[in-house]
């Protein structure tokens, strides 16, 4: 298998994380913003939706989206939970991460990061993500508050996925990270699991 | 099972549409924007993340994300593809679906029919999510101009998932479907599948 990762990005670090937590190894490729490997991979058509990461499998199949990534990545291992239920609210959490969560996180970072988003990072714009962000990060404080993981009594795919552009949300987002001790005391859970691996 | 869902929402409708399709009734609480059921619904901590459609369990849990939804009513019947690949490609659009697709088709509908969002509906902001829409519609044409269904031969959660702001995306949002002749074949064909129900 190859996978297509951004160094930069959050959703690319979510597969590299689950891969090394799995202790598997793929051929990787990186293409970083504005790189020729980038181009490449657009121009060999690598990339279905235009985005990295893209893991591509055994029989040629270009797989897009970075929780897709993870659940093909993770079935059969033991961040998927076995429970119906469980595994629902597994999704649930990670359809909210990409619905919700990295909209406003990984967007506010990436508007403070990255030149050529400079001209949408406009004060009200800011202001508004900023807003917006720590009340999507409220929610997970609330769960984390009264459970040590996002879903039952053991990490799983939704940890993986949502510990990225969290992990980050202070640093890189400008986010006020000390409202949120819940999301801190998890973010050093899952970075004390065997394999971890930082961004 | 009780489900609570917004009858104007697509994302509502996504669910519908599975129970439909599938012959299977559940309790319905329709909670329409601005509505006392919503506000109920909001004060009896119903909406874990605080939105519709949320799928109350029979062991009482809530269960948000339409697409989350859909997989728990759709396990083990032939909406989910037994296929790992092409189950991993199912996710794959829909997790597109809540990234892409519904942040800017929805959300263009939703800013020209919703009287609360009207501030927001600046000429500049309608412009731009015109054409990142039509880009977004595009890829779904560029595939179901190769297949008839977006995951093997067989519609799967993907289709289901897709179809509720797709079939909308004209009359509400404002986008030029004629551009794309195979998504309107599409939805010609979900239309015709045993149960389909409107929305």
Redesign the interface.
């Known amino acids: 298998m190859i996978l297509y990762s951004m160094p930069s990005s959050g959703n690319s670090y979510k597969v590299r994380l689950l891969l090394a937590l799995l202790g598997r190894a793929v051929t990787r490729v990186d293409v970083e913003y504005d790189s020729p490997a980038l181009a490449q991979a657009h121009a060999d058509g690598r990339l279905?939706?235009?985005k990295a990461p893209v893991l591509v499998?055994a029989?040629g199949?270009a797989?897009?989206?970075?929780?897709?990534?993870l659940?093909?990545i993770g079935?059969g291992t033991h961040f998927i939970p076995q429970d119906?239920?469980a595994?629902?609210?597994m999704?649930?959490w990670?359809?909210?991460e990409?619905?919700?969560h990295?909209?406003v996180i990984a967007v506010r970072a990436a508007l403070l990061t990255y030149a050529h988003r400079k001209p949408d990072a406009t004060p009200q714009r800011l202001a508004e993500l900023l807003d917006r962000g720590h009340a999507l990060l409220q929610?997970m404080e609330d769960h984390l508050g009264r459970h040590d993981w996002l879903v039952g009594t053991a990490p799983c795919l939704a940890d993986i996925c949502l510990c990225a552009y969290t992990q980050s949300a202070g640093d890189r987002g400008g986010f006020d990270m000390a409202r949120f001790p819940a999301i801190g005391e998890w973010l050093v859970r899952i970075a004390a699991l065997d394999g971890y691996t930082p961004l």
């Open positions: 279905p939706f235009g499998l029989d199949t797989l897009p989206e970075s929780n897709a990534i659940c093909y079935a119906s239920v595994r629902a609210q999704l649930a990670m359809f909210w990409q619905n919700q990295e909209g929610i």
